[in-house]
């Protein structure tokens, strides 16, 4: 079994190195990584995605913040290998209080004068100014202001209910008890589509990946295991001496 994570807005995969260092051994990670200067959106990067998944036997997929409808996207291709899917602090559909009229105004200047510094701090909380700052700081400016607005145009015109209420395999929420930016009512639309769907809240602000990535890793390693494996499967997900017999 793997996880592959699908990056928030900046695209990079980087900031999910803290995560990746806190997965256990049995639970690899493969990262995805959007091209940091072709404006993409969601249909556009959704190729990306499926190659990535096309390589592997078994996994979960996890897609943060941006990248929520991206995984739920690819869950309605089927891929052989998919046995369950998480969104990380994300939504199906555009998550901000904001008219409609005004949704598709973004434009690559907003992000050229952008204060990476504020963006920092609502996304990390008080570790905007620390480590994580930089390593957020030092992502976002490496992709382009026209990925950026394009990924934005995304995210105000996306609504992926229909593939949330068809995804073939179980779903996990992970809420950020401090986010900023998500509201709990991204978490109530995908409960009402989804009844089957689980909750884990965990402490930390919008990037609670990075931020508590000791909390993330546990509860990801809990979903795993407990997944229903196809019946050719002989071996357990993880070593037989944490299996509990």
Sequence with gaps: MRILLLPGMDGTGRLFAPLQAALPPWLPAVTVSYP???PLGYDGLL????AAAA?????VVVGESFSGPLALMLATQRPPGLRGLVLCASFVRFPLPMPQQWRGLVRPWMFRLQPTWLVAL???????WGPLGRLLRGAVRSVSPAALAARARAVAGVDVTAELQTCPVPVLYLRAAGDLVIRPGCWELVRSVRPD?????LPGP????????AEAAAALAEFCDRLP???HAQQPTRPQSRAGG
């Design 122 to 128: 609502v996304l990390l909380g008080r570790r905007g």
């Design 47 to 50: 190729p990306l995605v499926e």
């Design 229 to 231: 494996r196809p019946n």
């Design 206 to 213: 919008h990037l609670v990946l990075q931020v508590s990535p």
């Design 197 to 201: 769907a689980e909750i884990v809240v």
């Design 36 to 38: 940091p200067d072709q």
């Design 55 to 59: 390589g592997l036997d078994e996994f």
